[in-house]
């Protein structure tokens, strides 16, 4: 059985309102896929990675894939991160259904060894596993003119992060099922969800730090916590 790791960078970062993709941000001198990138291919147990880009990434993917051994292909992402996936993992060379599928948010470079241990172990059990981090502030639901309807049980939703774990031929068949139609799911534990019955997706303790650079702030903080390991 083989792990893959796909790494995701293929947005464009309209949030952070950069010019350029936040994946080539600068962080502590290296860019922010560049890092992403190395914390995977340094796990043992992870055989191979799939760069998936935005065609402003490219050049600096391809460079990552020179240093990095464990990298066996670059491709150019999709419309949206769904699509993305669907063509990385199209790109997986040798790719069986019992092999495993982590995916993996560029936008999250200070992944660590744990959670991708957390996630490889859970998979035993569940057919996908995603790391998730407690919500600490009060939860509600609101209508479109921002009057609350109903609060919500925090103690019952978490907020996912990546890297998320899948056997192959789930994460395959999820991502079959799901192609052409107009939802836009923003991760793909919820495209194994919809679109496989039956599925088992579970959580496993996430980390704070395992942050996904979104806002300017937040590569302040990733900044900030990168100098503290
Ligand atoms: N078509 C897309 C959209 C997103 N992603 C990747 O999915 C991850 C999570 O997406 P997000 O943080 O939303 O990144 P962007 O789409 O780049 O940001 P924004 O939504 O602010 O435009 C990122 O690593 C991003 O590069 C991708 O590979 N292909
Ligand atoms: C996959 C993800 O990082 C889990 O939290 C998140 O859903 C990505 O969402 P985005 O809208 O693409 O930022």
Not at 50 to 70: M, Q
Not at 175 to 200: I, K, N, R, Y
């Amino acid at each position: 059985m083989t792990v893959h790791a796909l790494v995701l960078a293929g947005g464009t970062g309209t949030r952070f309102g950069a010019t350029t993709p936040k994946q080539l941000l600068d962080l502590e001198g290296s860019t922010v896929l560049s890092h992403a990138v190395r914390r995977l291919a340094a796990h043992p147990g992870i055989d191979c990675i799939v760069l998936v880009t935005h065609a402003e990434s490219a050049r600096e993917a391809h460079r990552i894939a020179v240093a990095e051994a464990k990298v066996v292909a670059v491709v150019e992402g999709g419309r949206t991160r769904a699509d993305s996936t669907r063509l990385g993992l199209a790109a997986v060379p040798g790719l069986a259904d019992d092999d495993v599928v982590l995916v993996h948010d560029a936008a999250r470079p200070l992944v660590t060894d744990t959670i991708v241990d957390a996630c490889l172990h859970a998979l035993d059990e569940h057919d996908a596993v995603t790391p998730a981090v407690d919500v600490v502030d009060t939860l509600v639901e609101v209508d479109d003119a921002g009057v609350i309807l109903r609060g919500v049980d925090r103690r019952s939703v978490r907020r996912v992060q990546t890297p998320q774990a899948f056997r192959a031929g789930v994460l395959r068949q999820a991502h079959a099922a799901a192609a052409g139609e107009d939802a836009e799911p923003t991760d793909d534990c919820g495209v194994v969800l919809a679109h496989v019955p039956g599925a088992s997706v579970a959580v496993v303790p996430g980390d704070e730090r395992n942050l996904k650079i979104t806002r300017p702030a937040d590569l302040d903080l990733a900044r900030r916590w990168l100098a503290e390991d």
